[in-house]
């Protein structure tokens, strides 16, 4: 069975700076899939970026970035330029071929300071 | 709003009855997820239906729990002789795909909170 492991359980980051997200995953399956979601205080979990095993370069949407690194299984989440609103729980996710369900960890808290 | 749309949003309940929860889907998505979240963790994987049919269960789905989509449209979630420890929030997700990994996001559902006294 899968497992991702997230070590960090609360963060505090400054307005405006970069905060990296530590996410590590243990898999024998060589096709899989990493994702990120946020989760708000509202309860909604918000798709953020997706990474496939075989995908040569990082994934990025706007101020997201994944940083993955096969060889470690390590799968770490970018928030650049961080705003107020990023305060929320931080949660990586995986699935493996032919298995549509998300096996996720147990999630980071950021907190962002003014 | 077409988003996953979860009802109630939150349930109070004497230990020993029964609850129910619905989700209804975005409507064109064939997959349907149910997980569940307790207070500063994950969510864990439940159950999985494509179309009507459900596919996997997983072992924490108790035979007190019973979900269904019967025409592969909005699914339910009963659980039967609630207990303490179904304190919860019942997250329903529901993604559009065929086939091979899941590369596409599954969209959320803002949860049923669940309350057992």
């Known amino acids: 069975a899968q497992k991702i492991t997230q070590t960090q359980p609360g963060m505090f980051v400054q307005e405006k700076e970069a905060v990296t997200l530590d996410c590590t995953y243990d898999t024998s399956d060589p096709s899989y899939g990493l994702f990120w979601y946020k989760q708000p205080s509202s309860g909604e979990m918000i798709f953020l970026i997706y990474q496939g095993s075989y995908d040569q370069q990082n994934a990025t949407e706007g101020r997201y970035s994944l940083n993955f690194q096969k060889a470690r299984k390590s799968a770490n989440l970018v928030i650049s330029a961080s705003q107020l609103g990023d305060s929320a729980m931080y949660f990586c996710a995986m699935s493996l071929s032919n298995d549509y369900k998300l096996s996720f960890g147990a999630g980071t808290t950021v907190t962002v300071r003014a | 709003d077409t988003g996953v749309s979860q009802d109630p949003r939150h349930k109070i309940t004497k230990r020993g009855q029964n609850v129910t929860f619905r989700c209804d889907p975005i409507?064109?998505?064939?997959?349907l997820y149910w997980y569940r979240q307790t207070l500063g963790q994950g969510p864990e994987f439940l159950t999985y239906?494509?179309?009507?049919?459900?596919?996997?269960k997983s072992r924490l789905l108790s035979d007190r729990f019973s979900a269904e989509r019967p025409k592969g449209s909005f699914s339910t979630l009963e659980i039967q002789r609630t207990e303490q420890g179904d304190s919860a929030m019942y997250l329903c997700?529901?993604?559009?795909?065929?086939?091979?990994?899941?590369?596409?996001?599954?969209?959320f559902g803002e949860g049923s909170r669940l309350t057992v006294l």
């Open positions: 239906f494509q179309n009507e049919a459900q596919l996997e």
């Open positions: 409507s064109e998505h064939n997959r």
């Open positions: 997700a529901s993604s559009l795909g065929s086939g091979g990994v899941n590369t596409g996001e599954l969209f």
